[in-house]
């Protein structure tokens, strides 16, 4: 295939950093997103935005949604001037949101249907990742599709693992949102034990860093808790959401998943606090609250 036209559906948190770098490595790109301010942004670097996603799937020989939950990508792929309607044969559809594998594995054979091709893309590593190209991508769906889209998926990522047939990769994104989130919460009590003790959590930080217990959550997520940043890279409501997901799918396969429901929980309760916008790091602030403590450095 010559270097093809791709449309993009949803210029989010993750999407509109993805869209750019698609941009900067050539591709002619076609956009749409429900909010004005993102599309007028991408237009000025030299995106189209026909205004629908059905015009984006007609002008598109690669169509790539990147939206917040299931019942977005149904709408946007299978509801009135969504992109079934315009999907042409040798079309291929690539959902890089983060959604049910079950529904993921209704679309695909309405998407085949059409003579086109489908693969499930989910991603890993937060707005960072997505602004630095650096993401994980897990794909589900036909490898000879996989390794035509992979100069595509090179460009907004580094780690990309081809997982297996239609709906793997949701299946691998949803066992990665549990290991964040219970990664998340095991930073989170052991800063604030730190801190309840008397102890500086930055240096218990430090030192956990060069010990078994160093993560990529305790080494960014661990000093977001100590700066108090909790500006959103990943929000706390859409981390709970892909718990309802692993949760849901657990429940269906027969698997228990006990530490993942404590976990969505404390996500419950922060979203009843007001705090479902705020990054998924600030789940400390739940734990703080209980401990009458906040993690600081120097351990006041």
Same mark, same amino acid.
């Given at each position: ?10 210029? *989010? ?15 002619? /790109? ?28 007609? /002008? ?21 001037? *969504? ?29 085949? *249907? ?21 993401? =994980? ?72 860093? *060069?010990?078994?217990?160093? =993560? ?16 959103? #890279? ?18 269906? /396969? #027969? ?10 929980? +404390?996500?419950? +309760? ?31």
């Amino acid at each position: 295939m010559s270097t093809p036209t791709v449309g993009f559906i949803g210029l *989010g948190i993750m999407g509109k950093p993805m869209a750019r770098n698609l941009i900067k490595a050539g591709y002619r /790109l076609i956009v749409h997103d429900r909010v004005e301010a993102p599309v007028r942004e991408i237009m000025s670097l030299g995106a189209q935005a026909p205004g629908s996603a059905r015009q984006v799937a007609a /002008l598109s020989d690669v169509v790539i949604t990147m939206l917040p939950d299931s019942p977005d990508v149904q709408d946007v792929v299978l509801g009135k001037d *969504g992109i079934l309607e315009a999907l042409r044969p040798g079309t291929i559809y690539i959902d890089m949101s983060t959604i049910s594998p079950i529904v993921t594995r209704e679309i695909a054979p309405l998407v085949e *249907g059409k003579d086109a091709e489908m693969l499930d893309a989910p991603v890993s590593g937060g707005e960072k990742g997505a602004i630095e190209a650096t993401l =994980s991508i897990m794909v589900g769906g036909p490898k000879d599709v996989f390794d035509r889209m992979l100069p595509i998926f090179q460009v907004m990522g580094k780690n990309i693992v081809h997982i297996g047939d239609h709906g793997a990769g949701q299946m691998t994104k949803a066992a990665n949102q549990i290991v964040v989130a219970l990664t998340i919460q095991a930073v989170g009590e052991a800063l604030v034990l730190a801190a309840k003790a008397g102890v500086d959590p930055a240096k218990v930080r430090q030192a956990l860093l *060069g010990g078994f217990a160093q =993560s990529r959550i305790l080494e960014l997520h661990g000093q977001r808790m100590l700066d108090r940043n909790f500006q959103p #890279g990943f929000r706390i409501r859409l981390h709970q959401k892909d718990l309802n997901i692993a949760l849901s799918t657990g429940k269906a /396969l #027969g698997v228990p998943l006990p530490a993942t429901a404590v976990v969505q929980e +404390a996500f419950t +309760a922060l979203r009843g606090m007001d705090r479902g916008e705020l990054d998924h790091s600030a789940l400390v602030t739940l734990i703080e609250e209980m401990a009458r403590v906040e993690v600081k450095p120097g351990g006041k």
